[in-house]
């Protein structure tokens, strides 16, 4: 499952969702992710199962990937 | 530019110029510099020698967006240690305009709690200061009491004011100032300063403008190119309109997602409930609600990025504004609880009280593990609110912080270092964050650097540390120059911008790392205030609890090593 955060949601077919399964093909990785999705990871912060993740990252079925764009708290 | 210095005692109100040494310095470096200069270290932070200190940054006063920030410091009744808490509004802005580089409190009207005839209002003009009767506000919450202030001197003037808490000197007390829209809901929360304020018996400071001008600039036309390339890279910059459309309170997510959402009093770091906390959320709701909600809001007059927000209940008035992301934490998740309308109705009741949210949610937390309240339950949260509004012993522990409640109530599982809550960003699992809370001078205090932004593994110990040092570097470099931690990205995109500003507002010649320079001197002073004031190692530590039980979902304890912590400030 990805989690798109904020700015990300996206407009599809059911309406704007901030939630999307992407199919991969085996051994595709957090760059392959963001490549089908048209995003550029520059500004992002990418989290794999609740740790920070390389775009190198090779993701499995299960995983919940968040896709968040940075910011700095308050 | 000018000192202002009031004793209460004797009533004597005198303009000072600005010493050679204190020159160079505003915002938070400026109070380091004053306290370790004149406040004894050993003073009680309640008593006549403890000084409460009011200075805009360097650059306050041109409406230089996001740039017009108060700080206040004190020796802090909390901590034991110096305090510096900032906030937005109007207060930074006017005190500049009128030439004030610093105002110094000093003394108190009696030692014991004021009576009510004993109260005062401190009125500052360009005509001069004077102490007026405040009989009439005593006890009143911070929204009666400004409306009052506002009608009796017109609604140009910025205020500061302490609420029922720190009239009842009560740890958590802050001091609030007036949003440019005249709501008192931008306080410099943290650390006990308005219980400082209410023990010199001053219930409100208005700051009167009148006749005023924006501060002399060195060399208008640099300064007006420096200000034109920030505000330019400032609206460019993507996180410009994310603070905009979401506000803090997009940090809901981030932080569960990293498992690092304070939640049921410090004992998980994601909640089931984060959806409906969320900045999206927050953002769908007002809009869809209309009337005063709106999740933009300026709360700085000139701000560009506008990342505060009005909440509206159901009919669309408002019921508190602003609700940022660390009340949504401590007073959302950390309490169990899911609805923003009850969050939103707790944060305006402490808000009116004049406490730090983030102190109070973590001591609600503390009731819960007590036995006081259950997860979840709003309507007894507030109930013990009100207590504080009624004063009962139980009320005035709560408002005293977690940490007094946990030590009252006999629970030691109790979020604080230095005596003060941690915000919303849970140290096991964001350990950067954890170092700053246990390093910094101010104690917990995730303004004081935060390092949840950074793209690095926020569980791995070994790296932390490094990040902590140059977010706190940071940190206290904005603090000084009175600049929002937003500001910074701006600054990021053209760092050269920050001397530019410098030189051309005050015809120095200032280089490249001015910010670090600034940073690392505030720091070598509260450091060594703190020394004074009997800190060491020891101190610099979260509590043992958080190293010894594992934080689901990772299972991880705080494990930063203690020589990477004795060494955050070795530079």
């Known amino acids: 499952m990805v ?5 990300l949601r996206r407009r599809t077919p059911e309406g704007l969702v901030r939630r999307l399964e992407v199919a991969l093909p085996a051994g595709g990785t957090l760059a392959d992710l963001l490549r089908a999705l048209d995003l550029q990871a520059e500004g992002l912060l990418l989290v794999v199962n609740g740790r920070t993740a390389h775009l190198a990252r090779v993701l499995e079925e299960a995983d919940e990937v968040h896709l968040i764009p940075a910011l700095s708290g308050g | 530019m000018l000192i202002w210095r009031v004793n209460l005692q004797s009533g004597s109100l005198q303009r000072e110029a600005v010493p050679e040494s204190w020159s160079r310095l505003g915002g938070r470096g400026l109070l380091a510099r004053i306290m370790v ?23 306050v006063g ?4 996001s740039c017009d920030r108060i700080s206040v410091g004190g020796k802090s009744p909390m901590t034991g240690g110096i305090k510096e808490a900032n906030a937005g509004g109007t207060t930074g802005l006017k005190m500049a305009c009128m030439g004030i580089r610093a105002l110094i409190l000093e003394g108190q009207v009696t030692a014991a709690p004021a009576a009510r005839a004993d109260w005062r209002v401190l009125h500052l003009s360009l005509d001069g200061a004077r102490l007026e009767p405040a009989a009439d506000l005593v006890g009143l919450g911070v929204g009666e009491a400004a409306a009052r202030l506002l009608k009796r001197y017109g609604d140009q003037v910025a205020v500061a004011l302490i609420g029922p808490g720190g009239e009842m000197r009560l740890s958590a007390a802050g001091i609030q100032n007036l949003d440019k829209d005249g709501v008192p809901s931008r306080i410099a929360a943290r650390g006990g300063l308005g219980a400082v304020m209410g023990a010199k018996g001053l219930k409100a400071i208005v700051f009167d403008a009148a006749g005023a001008a924006k501060p002399p600039l060195a060399d208008p036309e640099a300064f007006k190119q420096a200000q034109k390339v920030f505000t330019r890279n400032l609206a460019d910059h993507p996180q ?15 932080c569960n997602a990293l498992g690092g959402l304070p939640t049921r009093a410090f004992s998980e770091g994601s909640f089931e409930g984060a959806e409906t906390l969320s900045g999206e959320h927050l953002r769908e709701v007002t809009l869809e609600r209309g009337g005063e909600s709106t999740p933009t809001h300026a709360c700085m007059p000139g701000c560009a990025i506008r990342c505060s927000n009005n909440w509206g209940g159901p009919d669309g008035k408002s019921l508190v504004t602003p609700l940022e992301y660390e009340t949504i934490g401590l007073m959302g998740s950390n309490l169990g609880i899911a609805d923003l309308d009850v969050v939103a109705r707790l944060n305006w009741e402490v808000n009116d009280l004049g406490l730090d949210s983030i102190d109070l949610g973590a001591a609600l937390g503390v009731a819960v593990r007590a036995g006081l309240m259950a997860f979840g ?11 504080i509004r009624q004063g009962t012993p139980l009320g005035r522990i ?3 912080g977690a940490a007094l409640a946990g030590r009252v109530l006999g629970v030691i599982q ?19 964050t954890g170092v700053t809370y246990a390093t910094s001078p101010q104690g917990a205090d995730h303004t004081a650097g935060n390092t949840v932004r950074a793209k690095v593994d926020h569980l791995d110990p070994k790296v932390q540390a490094a990040l902590s040092r140059n977010a706190q570097i940071s940190m206290a470099g904005y603090d000084t120059l009175g600049a929002c931690i937003f500001a910074g990205f701006g600054f990021a995109v053209a760092p050269e911008v920050i001397p530019g500003l410098l030189n051309a507002r005050y015809g120095w010649q200032v280089g490249g790392d001015i910010l670090q320079t600034l940073g690392r001197e505030t720091l070598s002073l509260e450091r060594e205030f703190n020394k004074r004031a009997g800190f060491t190692a020891a101190h610099d530590r979260l509590p043992e609890w958080m190293t010894l039980e594992p934080l689901p979902p990772h299972r991880s304890v705080f494990d930063v090593a203690e020589a990477d912590l004795d060494g955050v400030f070795d530079w």
């Open chain 2, 398 to 400: 709560l408002g005293h």
């Open chain 2, 37 to 59: 200069d004149e406040t004894p270290p050993g003073c009680d932070p309640l008593g006549p020698n403890n000084r409460l200190i009011f200075s805009p940054g360097l650059l």
């Open chain 2, 62 to 65: 041109h409406m230089l967006s």
């Open chain 2, 414 to 432: 109790v979020p604080v270092v230095k005596g003060q809550a941690m915000s919303a960003y849970e140290p096991r699992a964001i350990k950067g």
């Open chain 2, 240 to 254: 410009t309109a994310l603070y905009r459309d979401y506000g803090t309170a997009a940090m809901a997510l981030t």
């Open chain 2, 377 to 387: 339950d709003g309507d007894r949260a507030m109930e013990l609110l009100r207590e």
């Open chain 1, 3 to 7: 989690h798109l955060h904020t700015s």
